[in-house]
């Protein structure tokens, strides 16, 4: 019982973990292009964009600068985020599993 109990609170945790890396995903993507344009810098969703995502861009720009002008970042954020999804989720989902098959660890 307590097993089971745990498996499913591993899954629960591997999904919601999942979900908030694709979430933050988006609102990279979303940074990245408005970065493409003028946006008014007023603007409430550009100002909740650039809050979200620049205490993590600031981190990755201090050990990789500006490349021919171009911003990288978030290009490193988006791998980091899917590393993260493809490792991190599928081995907490695996232990879930494997727990409640009953393989234990």
């Known amino acids: 019982m307590f097993e089971l109990t ?4 591993i899954f629960a945790l591997a999904r919601l973990i ?5 979430l933050y995903f988006f609102i990279i993507v ?8 003028n946006p008014d810098p ?10 979200a995502t620049e205490p993590v861009l600031g981190r990755i720009r201090r050990f990789i600068p500006y490349m021919g002008g171009i911003d990288v970042s978030p ?7 899917k590393f993260g999804q493809w ?5 907490l ?3 879930a599993y494997s727990l409640r098959t009953g393989g234990g660890m």
């Open 42 to 51: 007023y603007n409430p969703i550009v100002r909740f964009l650039y809050n």
């Open 75 to 81: 290009i490193i954020v988006i791998f980091i985020i």
């Open 93 to 95: 989902m695996d232990l």
């Open 30 to 37: 979303g940074r990245a292009i408005i970065s493409w344009v």
């Open 18 to 22: 999942d979900f908030v890396l694709e």
């Open 6 to 9: 745990t498996a499913n609170f």
């Open 87 to 91: 490792f991190v989720v599928k081995t």
